[in-house]
């Protein structure tokens, strides 16, 4: 399936929260603004993961993220996170993201996502998912 | 009612997880160590929190808390969190709750804890629970 | 020392990690979006407290902090938090913090800061907060 | 350089600040207990990474991470960490790490982590932790 950028950007502000002892982000941390992120994507289609929980019994799950940690942000900073689907299968799909300081990648990640039932079982992409995405 | 001493040590490492970048450990951090103590009070009691929530539909939820923050606790410190119930009412208790390194108070907390079912409405504590905190 | 009303208001979304199994916004994080508003209140005054610390060698920290939870928020919900500082001492103050979910009051906060320099040691506010606060 | 293999295993408790409320363990926080144990491993060998910073003016920084979700952790849950180190460069080494319940696997993790000084600029590992790995 051809599918187009939606490339979509959200901005977070670094607060003590997201610091550990060296003085940078938590590397866990990173995750965090991930996911914030891609619900920030689906909430620009027009979904909120809460609705689809309550009226379509469906969740998005990570089963697999791989990061690339190459330079840390610090208290203060303010960071984008760019956020584009990469490829969607019938029950997967994979993210990519790039985190930024300005013009400066701080991370990279590719996050493989699943859709899911109330059993944590696959089932397929709600149809007005994949009509969104089409669009 | 009369109510024996129930003091209850756990300990706990901090990791970088738990500091930020003024070198110590986060603020709000002082109430997942607590929350973690309070759960182990209530196992060596013989309840599990998600089987109440399961078996019993009942829950635990802090309506209060009150914390002094005296000294920081910082990276790979071994901390101590002293926990005991203070005052138990019919849908309500006060726990009070000591966090130490070694001999040194670091913080203490008063938390008000009340019974709630499955629609967060005020339920009475669960007579094994009574039996077992008056034993 | 007579002090305007400084009410300042910053919005939060709820995502899935400030919530927990019991579905709600897991206690702790409440200070979380307590200290990020504290964070821009004092950015909105023209501080900001990753130069105070590396220009004027001080921070602020909590030493005391009580809070009221009246009802949970829930996964999707954008929260708002209303921050006022209520008393002004030498080394020391008081900030008043509302949580709201549109008009209705989900906790309150009473959080105690004081100013330190870099061993932790009780310093006056920097002369230039007490300006701005005054103005 | 060839190594033996030093696995080593501890175990966490999941408490609530670990789940969210899809009611498993939020995706970002088993990155935490790998920390966790990966600090316990290094502590095993006789090295404390707040004494490495503070007497050597060394890190350790993550700066490549993947990891498969293969079922969730739950409330309550007793899992394990086993960790291992897989492969030792002059600056980097990869780690292997799997999350356990019992004999099930939950997730598994490579970890590559570098040697940073103080300046975040890649140094050589210590020679007396290359002596600990080596024995």
Redesign the interface.
Known sequence: MSLPDLGHRTDY?I???D??????V????Y??FA??AR?EWLRSLGF????L?KDEGI?F??????????K?A???DLITLETRLQELGKVRMTMQQVVKRGDTILAELSVGLACVDRN?KPVRWPQALISALEK
């Open positions: 502000r607060y003590y929260e610091t550990d002892a060296a003085g940078m938590y590397y866990a941390n995750l965090k996911e914030r619900t909120e993961q809460s609705l929980l969740g799950v990570v089963h697999h993220c791989e990061i690339d940690f190459l840390p610090k208290l203060d944590s």
